[in-house]
């Protein structure tokens, strides 16, 4: 068996790192099992969805490096709806209903009232021919519901949450279409999965109740069901994300420097019992991917957790990766060297004016002659191999110094801070000119 995931956003608004972390599922267990990755656009609404977010769509999971072997896109398959609504509806499975949304809402109040569960009561499966005409002919236009076989329980292995079992009768009937002939996403999304060889269906733990209809959908279709595994949602560090999920789409997470390997390295985990780890190449991580890891509860998202693993992904990324976000001149000995110290790809600017200068070094005080040493020690010392040491060694036999008082003041001459990376690596990009003038102008003060 292919194995064949589908990712099927509804292009309504950018993605953001509950349903990345959906897409990313999707496409590591197709990719662990050889299979194939859909992304499918659910966009039979055509109201609210938009070509502007279809597209943030593709670039996002393109940046990402989530690419789909194929693409669909449910506004392309309407009369294949059209087909099957038609042939389910000769089989019995689908029924026209005429209540008005304000009948329907009495309905449930009633229900309620009497400590009931609001469940449609299928008064439209009473209704005779003659009452649906007069009904028509009154200009009232019916919506359509799919019959539920109360009969069956509905049960089914779900890959994470285990068994499950749902009873039809506690359940409406849903509704698949609105009376002016557009498609809720029950239907045509069941329909699709059949078509498309869907296998495995990978989504959030909000579409359980769905898969229970769907299920049903299936059956009344002939068809075999995919199999289904719903991951528990994704909460904040402090609760709900759902209201801060807008600064948590690609572009703002790009924004604040964010590589999409540690978006890729932290989602991958989240929520599982696997370790978090930095991986840049995604293949360990395909690689160790199973649904048995992932738990019940929901998975805490912390935007502190991903700039840590995003600083563990910059200290590894090669310079190829990088090169166009780099300054002018910015080489790959220049990224080497200050790669370790940086939290974002976009900090190396910074380190490379400390690199260019000019800079500010802090009064030398007690260490003048010591920097004047060293400037002349700077001057005359072989710069082709290892610089730093050179300097430092032949300092410290010549002054006595050692640790602190022997590099500190160095430090802070060629760089003008306290801290940063290592001078081993940041001296010959400095080079013999710069700092022997950074040392001489420091020395005097
Ligand atoms: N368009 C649906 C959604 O975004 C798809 C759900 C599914 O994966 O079936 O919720």
Known sequence: MTVITRFAPSPTGTLHVGNI?????????????????????DDTDAERSEERFVDAIRADLAWLGLHPDHEERQSARFARYETVFAELRAA??????YESAQELDLKRKILRGRGLPPVYDRAALALTDADRARLEAEGVKPHWRFRLDHATPIVWDDLIRGPQRFEAQTMSDPVIRRADGSWL????????????????VVRGEDHVTNT???LQMFA????????????????????????????LGIDALRGEGIEPEAIVALLARLGTSQPVEPH???APLIAA?????????????????LAQVNARIVHQLPFERVVDRLPAGMDAAAWQAVRPNLEQVAGAAEWWHVVEGPVAAPAPGEDADYLRHAA???????????????LTQALKEATGRKGKALFLPLRRALTGLDHGPDMAALLPLIGRERAVARLDSNAAG
């Open 289 to 305: 991917f199973d649904f048995a890891h992932f738990g019940r509860a929901p998975a805490k998202f912390d935007e502190r957790e």
């Open 185 to 200: 996403y029950m239907l045509p999304s069941a329909i699709d999965d059949r078509d498309m060889g869907v296998t495995h």
């Open 92 to 97: 019995g499975h689908i029924y026209p209903a």
């Open 220 to 247: 009344a279709m002939g068809v075999a069901a995919p199999a289904f595994a719903h991951e528990a949602l994704l909460t904040g560090a402090e609760g709900k994300l759902s209201k801060r999920l807008g600064s």
């Open 376 to 390: 002349a020690l700077a001057r005359s010392i072989d710069w082709s191999g290892d610089p730093w040491h050179t």
């Open 212 to 214: 229970a209809l769907q």
């Open 21 to 41: 972390r959906t897409a990313l599922h999707n496409w590591m267990f197709a990719r662990a099992r050889g299979g194939k990755f859909l992304l499918r656009i």
């Open 280 to 282: 840049v190449d995604p």
